[in-house]
T-cell receptor, first 113, second 113 residues
Framework: DVKVTQSSRYLVKRTGEKVFLECVQD?????MFWYRQDPGLGLRLIYFSYDVKMKEKGDIPEGYSVSREKKERFSLILESASTNQTSMYLCASSPMANSYEQYFGPGTRLTVT | SQQGEEDPQALSIQEGENATMNCSYK?????LQWYRQNSGRGLVHLIL?????REKHSGRLRVTLDTSKKSSSLLITASRAADTASYFC?????????????FGQGTTLQVKP
């Protein structure tokens, strides 16, 4: 079974802090994704990566950056957390080709105060 | 940008009844996928239907796809209380070659025992 793990289930940070969210997958997938989920807005893609050190902006990249130094690990970085970044963050992975589903981690609920 | 739009936003039925959720999208797709999310958790893949398929079954799930209308439906037959969850459609656009998905806002299903 594919396993996608996220470093924290719940996280509380202060405005202005630098925040790291970590995601690890164990199935050698090329693609990894970061989404945020907000009520009434569904899932919105922040960034995705299709290979080590390769990344592309999603629909809402502002205020975020990412890092993928190893194939199994994809990190989301909030350079200076703000209250409007309070959200549920979901990581996912998939094989490269288009006809595969994405496998999701359990999510990190981040609160910025 | 949100490609998929689910309808209805919320649905409440009695156990044993069938539940139907609809999804509309805007651009040409390689495939359409349905996911389920239990409260506060990650998403779980349910079923994938390719653009050249019209109908697909998996257990109590039946998915249809009408590419001329750019719409899909998910039917859950003989619903159970355990089916209570949010359901999301996601499209893989033809313009994407990286497995990127665009999610809709979801339908919240409540199945009353």
């Amino acid at each position: 079974d594919v396993k996608v793990t996220q470093s924290s289930r719940y996280l509380v940070k202060r405005t202005g802090e630098k925040v790291f969210l970590e995601c690890v997958q164990d199935m050698d997938h090329e693609n990894m994704f970061w989404y945020r989920q907000d009520p009434g807005l569904g899932l919105r893609l922040i960034y995705f990566s299709y290979d080590v050190k390769m990344k592309e902006k999603g629909d809402i990249p502002e205020g975020y950056s990412v890092s993928r130094e190893k194939k199994e690990r994809f990190s989301l970085i909030l350079e200076s957390a703000s209250t409007n970044q309070t959200s549920m963050y979901l990581c996912a992975s998939s094989p490269m080709a288009n006809s595969y589903e994405q496998y999701f981690g359990p999510g990190t609920r981040l609160t910025v105060t | 940008s949100q490609q998929g739009e689910e309808d209805p936003q919320a649905l409440s039925i009695q156990e044993g009844e069938n539940a139907t959720m609809n999804c509309s999208y805007k651009t040409s797709i390689n495939n359409l996928q349905w996911y389920r999310q239990n409260s506060g958790r990650g998403l779980v893949h349910l079923i994938l239907i390719r653009s050249n398929e019209r109908e697909k079954h998996s257990g109590r799930l039946r998915v249809t796809l009408d590419t001329s209308k750019k719409s899909s439906s998910l039917l859950i037959t003989a619903s159970r209380a355990a089916d209570t969850a949010s359901y999301f459609c996601a499209t893989n656009p033809v313009s994407s070659n990286t497995g990127k998905l665009i999610f809709g806002q979801g339908t919240t299903l409540q199945v009353k025992p």
